[in-house]
Structures are given as C-alpha cells and as structure tokens.
Antibody, heavy 118, light 107 residues
Framework: EVQLVQSGAEVKKPGESLKISCKGSGYSFTSYWIGWVRQMPGKGLEWMGIIYPGDSDTRYSPSFQGQVTISADKSISTAYLQWSSLKASDTAMYYC???????????WGQGTMVTVSS | DIQMTQSPSSLSASVGDRVTITCQASQDISNYLNWYQQKPGKAPKLLIY???NLETGVPSRFSGSGSGTDFTFTISSLQPEDIATYYC?????????FGPGTKVDIK
C-alpha cells in the first residue's frame, strides 16, 4: 500500500527553526515527485513546492521561494519541509503529497499542524 | 504564474441535484487540470485528473470536462457524503496552482 506518513504536530515560537517530515512507503520513493501544500486555518490549499527525490531537483512556488526549504533523504525515503525563522503567519496545516500514477497528487499524507505563537 | 478562479465559491443543493463547478485558468493549460475533494479535518482526495479522467475507486457520479482555459466539474446526483470543498488544480511545467475552492453543502 502506498502511504505517506507525516511527523506530528508542532508548537513553536516566532523566530525558531523547524523541520517537518514525510516518509513514503509502498512505492519507489526516488522515482516520483513529492510536493508540499499549505492550508492556513479556514483557508484553501496553496502549493508550496515539489521535489524529485531521485536527484533532488526542486521547484518552488514564487510565493514560497526563499521562505522555506524542501529537501529529501532517499536513504530513508523521507521528504522534508523546513523553516529557518518561523513567523506567526506560518501557522497552518501542511500536507505532503506524491505524484504517482497520474499528473496529480494521488496520495496525501495525513497533515502536520504547525502552530507558531509567542 | 498561472492563476485559477473557481465559481461559485459556495453552493447549497438538495440531495439528488446536479451540481456544477467551473474553473478558469489565466492562460491555456491544455488538459493539465485536476479536481480534489476535501472534507472537514481530512486531507484532500484526488477525484479527477487530466481534466476528465476519473481516479480509480471514485464514484461515477463525479465527472470533469474542458480544455484550454475553461473547465467544469459535475456531480450528477448530489449525495450527503459529497459535502466538502472542491478544488481545481493546474500543473504547468511543474509549477502548480490550486483554485480557491468551492464549498458544497446540502440545502
């Protein structure tokens, strides 16, 4: 079974750093693009960026370029989303999702809630 | 970037009604358009890919059509379990954009 399992909820203070994870299983992790999607409370879906774990080719939405870093460790089939200095406006649910059989996000992780508050 | 608009932003319909949502891209995206369903507190779920292809396991009351800049998503007979927000999403050369979403509920 293809599955993406994300790390647990985080509560952080403004200015702190954070790295959340997304572990893939049941498929060839290095062969398919994995993306990250933000959903702020009560709002819609926003595509942040996407990475090809096979060669770490990464593309960012212009809205998120320079604000976050997407990476992957193919040795442990895990993708990451990280911030160097969190802001209150980073409070959101973050989903990872993989493009496998179609040109779409076929499989989604369960989401990681990030709360940034002083 | 390619911008996506959806209409309506919300709708209320009766069980059994035909429901139609439209999605418009700011430039030609061929058929590079997907539709997702998101129920409250859940991750999104892919329903339609490449504008008109039904994802495996998705009920046939869901359908999609269109190409270029104008796309349509239809629920042929609304069911109570279809209460959700629906998003279109384009993919153009690995730069993706979601539409703002359409919230569907039961009248």
């Amino acid at each position: 079974e293809v599955q993406l399992v994300q790390s647990g909820a985080e509560v952080k203070k403004p200015g702190e750093s954070l790295k959340i994870s997304c572990k893939g299983s049941g498929y060839s992790f290095t062969s398919y693009w994995i993306g990250w999607v933000r959903q702020m409370p009560g709002k819609g879906l926003e595509w942040m960026g996407i990475i090809y774990p096979g060669d770490s080719d990464t593309r960012y939405s212009p809205s998120f370029q320079g604000q976050v870093t997407i990476s992957a460790d193919k040795s442990i089939s895990t993708a990451y989303l990280q911030w160097s200095s969190l802001k209150a406006s980073d409070t959101a649910m973050y989903y990872c999702a993989v493009v496998i059989t179609t040109h779409a996000f076929d499989i989604w992780g369960q989401g990681t809630m990030v709360t940034v508050s002083s | 970037d390619i911008q996506m608009t959806q209409s309506p932003s919300s709708l209320s319909a009766s069980v059994g009604d035909r429901v139609t949502i439209t999605c418009q891209a700011s430039q030609d995206i061929s058929n590079y358009l997907n539709w997702y369903q998101q129920k409250p507190g859940k991750a999104p779920k892919l329903l339609i890919y490449d504008a008109s292809n039904l994802e495996t396991g998705v009920p046939s009351r869901f359908s999609g059509s269109g190409s270029g800049t104008d796309f349509t998503f239809t629920i042929s007979s609304l069911q109570p379990e279809d209460i959700a927000t629906y998003y279109c999403q384009q993919y153009d050369n690995l730069l993706l954009t979601f539409g703002p979403g359409t919230k569907v509920d039961i009248k």
